[in-house]
């Protein structure tokens, strides 16, 4: 099999063919695949189902060990597809702590950074025309 990355691959059925495209994407390709959910209310104010992660969203995980915790988002490895939190860390056998490694499909996104001018374009762009006439006040 080869390990070069298809840019005509259209998807497969078989599970390592999927794993392998995940492994061998580019980048630019591995940084749209670190989505995760939005929140309901994200969702409906932003008319949008999902987003890009990125550092300092907060965030709570929904799948593994540290269900139900929330915390900020302190890393995003795009090259490994992982994302680590502020205060989720695993206890070793010695008695150190490390950061344990997430997969953004475990994880809800329950509030944006928007400190980014950019990423706030585009989140406005997205929007459809009934959730920007929620947000406008009518005036009668």
């Known amino acids: 099999m080869k390990t070069k990355f298809s840019k005509s691959w259209k998807g497969s059925v078989q599970p390592r063919k999927q794993r392998k495209y995940v492994k061998n994407a580019p980048l630019h390709i591995k940084r749209k695949m670190l989505a995760s959910r939005l929140s309901k209310e994200l969702t409906k104010r932003y008319g949008r189902r999902s987003i890009s992660i990125r550092k300092g969203d907060i965030v709570k995980i929904v799948r593994g060990n540290f269900k139900d915790h929330s915390g900020k988002i302190d890393k995003v490895l795009t090259k490994k597809?992982?994302?680590?939190?502020?205060?989720?860390?695993?206890?070793?056998?010695?008695?150190?702590?490390?950061?344990?490694?997430?997969?953004?499909?475990?994880?809800?996104?329950?509030?944006?950074?928007?400190?980014?001018?950019?990423?706030?374009?585009?989140?406005?762009?997205?929007?459809?025309?009934?959730?920007?006439?929620?947000?406008?006040?009518?005036?009668?």
């Open 81 to 140: 597809l992982k994302v680590y939190i502020e205060g989720i860390q695993n206890l070793k056998r010695d008695g150190n702590k490390t950061p344990y490694p997430l997969h953004p499909s475990n994880l809800i996104v329950t509030e944006l950074d928007l400190t980014d001018k950019i990423r706030q374009k585009n989140l406005e762009r997205g929007k459809t025309k009934e959730t920007k006439d929620e947000q406008t006040p009518k005036n009668n």
